[in-house]
């Protein structure tokens, strides 16, 4: 019988229902803090950015985001490899696992945009919506972060996954024959 105070992620189910599972035991994690720290410079480059490009160069908010959030991602990327997950990094190549992180962070980027876009278009300021949205997904964020570090994958399907412990190991679809 498994104890309440054991949780498991089940390998088998949607991705999706594995990363609410990570997202509601994140509070509990002692990287939180250090990732959210971590974040702070990259949502200082790219609130720097965002306003450059929206007030001097009087580029569309909207437009530009995209571009913004890259920039943030990929800051935010480097410092978390060097400082919040050193130990789970060192087992991933970085531009392999960079590739792997930008694919699933993408989709939570979209949402970002998405909401961003929703925000600015109904009169908020910006820098206003810019900064809501860094609290509204900081908790997705990590919960994939810490999933892609620590895991060396998220997706399942078709990835050769890079463990620590047994070096790398084949993931297969259920019902495939080697």
């Known amino acids: 019988m498994v104890e309440a105070s054991e949780t498991r992620i089940n390998v088998r189910c949607p991705a999706a229902w594995r990363l609410l599972g990570a997202i509601s035991h994140a509070l509990r994690l002692g990287r939180l803090l250090p990732f959210l720290a971590a974040g702070l410079p990259g949502f200082a480059v790219s609130l720097a950015l965002n306003f450059l490009l929206v007030t001097r160069l009087n ?25 919040v997950f050193p130990e789970d990094a060192r087992h991933h190549r970085f531009v392999p ?9 993408l989709l939570i980027r979209a ?31 990590y919960s994939y972060a810490k999933l892609v ?12 996954a890079q463990t620590p412990v047994s070096g790398s190991s084949d993931v297969e ?3 495939t024959v080697r």
């Not at 909207?62 to 935010?76: E, K, M």
């Open 59 to 83: 580029c569309r908010p909207a437009y530009v985001y995209p571009f913004v959030l890259f920039v943030q991602l990929l800051v935010n990327y480097t410092i978390c490899r060097s400082a």
């Open 97 to 105: 696992h960079f590739l792997h992180y930008l694919s699933g962070t």
């Open 111 to 141: 949402a970002d945009w998405a909401l961003y876009s929703s925000m600015v278009e109904a009169g908020l300021y910006f820098a206003v919506a810019q900064s809501l949205n860094v609290v509204i997904f900081s908790l997705i964020r």
């Open 149 to 160: 570090f620590q895991r060396g994958h998220f997706w399942r399907i078709g990835v050769k």
């Open 173 to 175: 679809l259920p019902g």
